[in-house]
């Protein structure tokens, strides 16, 4: 079965330091990952997705992401983070032969401090 | 279009009670997802249509919920006789192609008393 893990419920860091989400996915065939954030009171909105090709992906709000197949990984990068990215992060994948459904971690809450 | 709406916003209801759940998605979008998330955990598939037949439940819809898409663009989630496991926010998304990511709505709130 498709599972996505968030290593992480919490990450505190201070304002400008540089930050790293885990997420790790198991699967036996090819997947399609994506990062989402979520602002309190809101949905979701999508930071950025790897479907096939370059393994670095930059998204939104200066964030970028590694998809590493040997170690079966998608982590989330910032190299300087501001109070306002304080939210809650998700990864998922869609499996490509599974039906349409996405599957999600169980998210990271990413705290900046000034 | 500004997006994939949910209405309500918040709904506090009485345990027992039915409520439904509106969500208008990008008018081009012919897939519409349900997600239910609770508090501290990840969005959880519910089900899924295509324009207006729905092609996958999850166990988690049990027979209290419905969801329906008539006519192919709006869509309705009921839940019967709501129970207190039921609080959760409910999450409404819509796409064009799978491989392009949802857009979400920004979820109806359900609070059971």
């Known amino acids: 079965a498709q599972s996505v893990t968030q290593l992480d419920s919490q990450v505190p860091v201070f304002e400008e330091a540089p930050v790293e989400l885990r997420c790790n996915y198991s699967s036996s065939v090819s997947v399609y990952l994506f990062w989402y954030v979520q602002y309190p009171n809101q949905g979701l909105q999508l930071l950025l997705k790897y479907l096939s090709g370059s393994t670095l992906v930059k998204g939104i709000n200066g964030f970028e992401a590694e998809f590493n197949k040997s170690q079966t990984s998608f982590h989330l990068r910032k190299p300087s983070v501001h109070i306002s990215d304080t939210a809650e992060y998700f990864c998922a994948a869609l499996k490509d032969n599974a039906g349409n459904m996405l599957t999600f971690g169980g998210g990271t809450r990413l705290m900046v401090k000034p | 279009d500004t997006g994939v709406s949910q209405d309500p916003r918040h709904k506090i209801t009485k345990r027992g009670q039915n409520v439904t759940f509106r969500c208008d998605p990008i008018?081009?979008?012919?897939?519409l997802y349900w997600y239910r998330q609770t508090l501290g955990q990840g969005p959880e598939f519910l089900t899924y249509?295509?324009?207006?037949?729905?092609?996958?439940k999850s166990r988690l819809l049990s027979d209290r919920f419905s969801a329906e898409r008539p006519k192919g663009s709006f869509s309705t989630l009921e839940i019967q006789r709501t129970e207190q496991g039921d609080s959760a926010m409910y999450l409404c998304?819509?796409?064009?192609?799978?491989?392009?990511?949802?857009?979400f709505g920004s979820g109806t709130r359900l609070t059971v008393v």
């Open positions: 008018s081009e979008h012919n897939r």
């Open positions: 998304a819509s796409s064009l192609a799978t491989e392009g990511g949802y857009t």
């Open positions: 249509f295509q324009n207006e037949a729905q092609l996958e």
